[in-house]
């Protein structure tokens, strides 16, 4: 028997079909006459509703007794009641019970066809709702392993980049310690230069040793500019290998977070403790990327960073090739250097031998002129006080209240005062200067002619001294940047 407030249109009941058995055909000696009665809520399910129609035997017409349309029996006196027949047949009755027994086998068919059905809904839609299951967690697998992979490449290529940066630095430094090797014999190199400018009158010639010293400085500089250029590409290389190293390194942290992400929706359950309702989730879509361009982004970083190892590498190769040249170039100019001092000094010993007997002749003017020197010095010195006489009286003058503040006779004296021994100053400075150019050229005539050997001393000097300088010279491995 069916249940109240089921529905028999569900599709898995396939077509409906009538459990209805027909309608007994109403005989001259029957008529209908109760109507049928409805259960609550089966009217528009009559093909349920077993047709059991209750029909009675009418009585046979007589002279007293007329038909009824209502479908009752007339009321039955006490002296006719013999003459009256039995409301339904033995016939109907067993109609009824057999109407009876086939609507509910009919109702007992339907209601198996339908829990059978709904099993095996229930079964289809379980094991759909596991294939699913299964397979969002082989999808999150292969993508675990995806994101496995392009970790591990991440991580390799971040300790490849690593690696190399560290090389690269390790490069700059020898090429800043070059640089930093190569001042001292450059500043070397300059001091004899400076040195023998000090040398005096024809003594001061441009020979051997000046064009090596001047050779070898420009070698120096030229060398230590290439090394800083090298240096400063290095620099610009390292800022973009650490470009590089933070792509990768985003990169890899953005796929550990994932992984992270991932393994946890992976582990989880239906019997997980941290599953819930999130409706409407699934209409937002907040990806940014697809697999192609997932995979792309990760690849370029990669080769961005090969790239970038492989000027690197370049970088390196240059740093060293420039190192172990300017060594040699360094070395030789060194080499050829000292030849050059060695030979200036035996010929300047040998001039100087010759000339040793023309020493002091000029000596008397050149003390004349040392004591002229000192004269102007005390006179510079004397001048110094009437000056600040002066100046102060005009500071002092400045302070005169108001309308005193007169630009008198006075005034006008104090500042020609002031200017007078101002130029005298100068002029007197510039007598010294003259004093000191003229001693400066007795000294080159006591030179040239008969105390040219003082001038020779004075070149042997800077000649031996530039020598004990010049011996001084970093070693090959400092050269190349060791230390």
């Not at 029996?73 to 003459?83: G, N």
């Amino acid at each position: 028997m069916e249940f109240l407030g089921t529905t028999q249109l569900a599709s898995y009941c396939g077509t409906r079909k009538s459990c209805l058995f027909p309608d007994l055909v109403p005989t001259s000696t029957t008529k209908d006459t109760y109507r049928s009665y409805y259960l609550p809520g089966y009217r528009s399910l009559s093909s349920w509703r077993p047709s059991l129609l209750h029909k009675v035997v009418s009585v046979s017409p007589s002279s007293d007794t007329q038909f009824n349309p209502t479908g009752r029996p007339p009321t039955v006196l006490p002296a006719l009641r013999s003459t009256l027949h039995a409301r339904y047949s033995t016939r109907d009755w067993h109609h009824a019970n057999m109407v009876q027994l086939k609507g509910s086998e009919a109702s007992m068919y339907c209601a198996g066809r339908l829990n059978a059905d709904s099993m095996r809904l229930m079964q289809d839609k379980d094991q759909l709702t596991y294939q699913m299951q299964e397979k969002t967690r082989r999808n999150l697998g292969e993508r675990i392993s995806n994101i496995d992979f392009w970790r591990s490449e991440l991580i390799y290529e971040l300790e490849c980049l690593l690696k190399e940066t560290q090389a690269l630095e390790t490069a700059k430094k020898r090429l800043e310690c070059a640089v930093d090797e190569m001042q001292g014999p450059l500043k070397t190199a300059l001091e004899c230069l400076y040195q023998r400018e000090k040398r005096m009158g024809i003594d001061l010639v441009h020979d051997d040793v000046e064009k090596n010293l001047i050779k070898e400085v420009d070698v120096f500089k030229d060398h230590q500019e290439m090394l800083t250029k090298l240096a400063q590409k290095i620099s610009q290389q390292l800022g973009t290998n650490r470009d590089a190293q933070h792509a990768l390194e985003q990169d890899l942290s953005d796929k550990n977070s994932a992984h992270f992400i991932d393994e946890k929706c992976f582990n989880l359950r239906n019997t997980s403790d941290s599953i819930n309702f999130y409706h409407g989730v699934e209409k937002a879509d907040g990806t940014v990327s697809v697999p192609a361009t997932w995979a792309k982004f990760s690849e370029d970083n990669i080769r961005c960073s090969q790239h970038a190892r492989a000027n690197s590498v370049k970088l390196r190769d240059d740093a060293e090739v420039g190192l172990e040249s300017t060594s040699e170039e360094m070395w030789n100019h060194f080499t050829n250097t000292n030849l050059a001092f060695n030979n200036r000094i035996a010929e300047v010993a040998d001039a100087k031998n010759k000339l040793e007997a023309q020493l002091a002749k000029i000596l008397q003017e050149i003390f004349q002129t040392e004591d002229t020197i000192m004269l102007l010095e005390r006179s510079i010195k004397a001048k110094e006080y009437p000056l600040k006489v002066a100046q102060t009286r005009l500071e002092g003058r400045t302070r005169r209240p108001n309308i005193e503040l007169c630009r008198d006779a006075p005034q006008f004296q104090l500042v020609t005062e002031v200017y007078t021994i101002d130029d005298t100053l100068q002029t007197l400075k510039k007598r010294l200067q003259e004093a000191h150019d003229t001693l400066q050229m007795l000294i080159l005539n006591k030179s040239k002619l008969e105390h040219e050997i003082s001038v020779k001393a004075n070149s042997f000097f800077i000649d031996k001294k530039c020598m004990d300088m010049h011996r001084v010279f970093p070693s090959t491995p400092r050269l190349i940047g060791y230390t």
